[in-house]
């Protein structure tokens, strides 16, 4: 079993990656709250594909999606051509944003689940206590 100061040393270094990451997550640019999909349909085929890389798009059929939340329904909307690097540069950092506040999130469900540890390790038996008091009321009313 790990020692109090041992979890106490654990939960400062998860801290200082947090306040690191939250300081990160303030410098990002603007951003766009959309993800951007480059589709493709190679020629000769039927089947649309998305593109797993960046870049241009591939040879054949080729179209940019922006996808987005709008009131709780997903929307997409197709992109010009002409417009795919900038909309690029745009979503970008809300990818970035979205990768780093997951990271935040792990970080503070580890730190809640070491202060519990903590806290567990800290607790003392409520039954000695109890006991020790219902002893001594009982020795109170023997002596009336």
């Excluded at 649309?48 to 909307?77: C, D, I, M, N, W």
């Excluded at 780093?100 to 540890?117: F, G, P, Q």
């Amino acid at each position: 079993m790990e020692s109090i100061s041992c979890l106490r040393h654990l939960l400062s270094k998860l801290r200082q990656k947090r306040y690191y990451l939250e300081k990160q997550i303030e410098q990002i640019p603007r951003m766009l709250p959309a993800c951007l999909i480059l589709r493709y349909r190679a020629t000769g085929t039927r089947d649309f594909q998305t593109v797993k890389r960046e870049g241009k798009l591939p040879e054949g059929k080729s179209y940019a999606y922006l996808t987005y939340l709008e009131k709780e329904v997903t929307r997409h909307r197709y992109i010009a051509k002409k417009d795919i690097e900038r909309i690029a540069k745009l979503t970008e950092p809300y990818k970035i944003f979205c990768e780093k506040m997951a990271e935040v999130r792990s970080l503070n469900r580890r730190i809640t689940e070491l202060l519990d540890k903590i806290g567990e390790m800290q607790q003392e038996d409520v039954k000695d206590y109890v006991e020790k008091r219902v002893k001594r009321i009982r020795v109170k009313k023997r002596t009336k």
